[in-house]
């Protein structure tokens, strides 16, 4: 069987059952299953949310799931809850490369400095890290799946968001240039944006339950907004960035 459609999302912040709601969603759409999932980071990797969802409630995504760390994580605990739960989630560590469907994916976590609530301990991607992402054959990459995004395509801050400055990674416009890459996916800001920028197709994507993107074999891409409506939590979770 080849394979499929691929189902882009972001920014869980921990709201797992979330994927699962746009992925019937999109499958009831397409009248077809998805193939594989990709979250653009800020997945979530908290130890307590994750033991509550997967394992005392015993949740499972419905199809494959890999992921990038986004900002809003546990930094010192990613590699040894990916490890806990590579029953339940693929993470793809940075630099690394993944096959996503039909297509050769290059991933990179992480995100710039914000401050020091946005941007905690292990967050920064580091010129040590880009330099490994640089490092593939130039020909091996058919997209680039990151969390945050490149510092020279334009995405624009959100209204009362101003005080961080300019937006994206300085540097990490490099990948795009080695690569040349088909497509280029990332989370991180919270909303829509797309742009085709020297021979790549950029798309920006909002927060999981607002939607998401599917790409299919022959690189069909829509983009699919659908809210998914959330349960309340408390203050002190929505500020540790847990949505």
């Given at each position: 069987?080849?394979?499929?459609?691929?189902?882009?999302?972001?920014?869980?912040?921990?709201?797992?059952?979330?994927?699962?709601?746009?992925?019937?969603?999109?499958?009831?759409?397409?009248?077809?299953?998805?193939?594989?999932?990709?979250?653009?980071?800020?997945?979530?990797?908290?130890?307590?949310?994750?033991?509550?969802?997967?394992?005392?409630?015993?949740?499972?995504?419905?199809?494959?799931?890999?992921?990038?760390?986004?900002?809003?994580?546990?930094?010192?605990?990613?590699?040894?809850?990916?490890?806990?739960?590579?029953?339940?989630?693929?993470?793809?560590?940075?630099?690394?490369?993944?096959?996503?469907?039909?297509?050769?994916?290059?991933?990179?976590?992480?995100?710039?400095?914000?401050?020091?609530?946005?941007?905690?301990?292990?967050?920064?991607i580091?010129?040590?890290?880009m330099?490994?992402?640089?490092?593939?054959?130039?020909?091996?990459?058919?997209?680039?799946?990151?969390?945050?995004?490149?510092?020279?395509?334009?995405?624009?801050?959100?209204?009362?968001?101003?005080?961080?400055?300019?937006?994206?990674?300085?540097?990490m416009?490099?990948?795009?240039?080695?690569?040349?890459?088909?497509?280029w996916?990332?989370?991180?800001?919270?909303?829509?944006?797309?742009?085709?920028?020297?021979?790549?197709?950029?798309?920006?994507?909002?927060?999981?339950?607002?939607?998401y993107?599917?790409l299919?074999?022959?690189?069909?891409?829509?983009?699919?907004?659908?809210?998914?409506?959330?349960?309340?939590?408390?203050?002190?979770?929505?500020?540790?960035?847990?949505g």
């Amino acid at each position: 069987m080849s394979p499929g459609t691929l189902l882009l999302i972001s920014d869980l912040h921990a709201r797992y059952g979330v994927l699962n709601e746009q992925i019937r969603h999109a499958e009831a759409e397409l009248d077809e299953a998805i193939d594989q999932v990709m979250v653009l980071g800020d997945f979530g990797f908290f130890a307590d949310e994750m033991h509550e969802h997967f394992r005392r409630t015993g949740h499972c995504f419905l199809r494959p799931t890999a992921c990038i760390e986004g900002n809003h994580e546990d930094h010192g605990a990613v590699i040894r809850l990916a490890a806990d739960y590579a029953d339940i989630v693929t993470h793809v560590p940075r630099g690394r490369t993944h096959q996503l469907a039909n297509w050769r994916a290059l991933c990179l976590g992480g995100a710039r400095y914000m401050d020091a609530w946005s941007t905690p301990r292990g967050c920064e991607i580091t010129e040590d890290e880009m330099q490994f992402s640089l490092g593939h054959a130039a020909d091996s990459i058919d997209v680039v799946c990151t969390h945050d995004c490149p510092d020279n395509i334009g995405v624009a801050q959100k209204p009362g968001f101003e005080y961080y400055g300019p937006l994206g990674v300085p540097g990490m416009s490099r990948l795009a240039v080695r690569y040349r890459p088909r497509f280029w996916f990332f989370g991180h800001h919270h909303h829509w944006f797309e742009k085709d920028h020297e021979g790549t197709h950029y798309l920006g994507l909002p927060e999981s339950w607002q939607g998401y993107a599917l790409l299919d074999a022959k690189g069909g891409l829509t983009k699919v907004t659908h809210e998914v409506p959330l349960a309340s939590r408390p203050w002190w979770k929505r500020w540790l960035g847990l949505g």
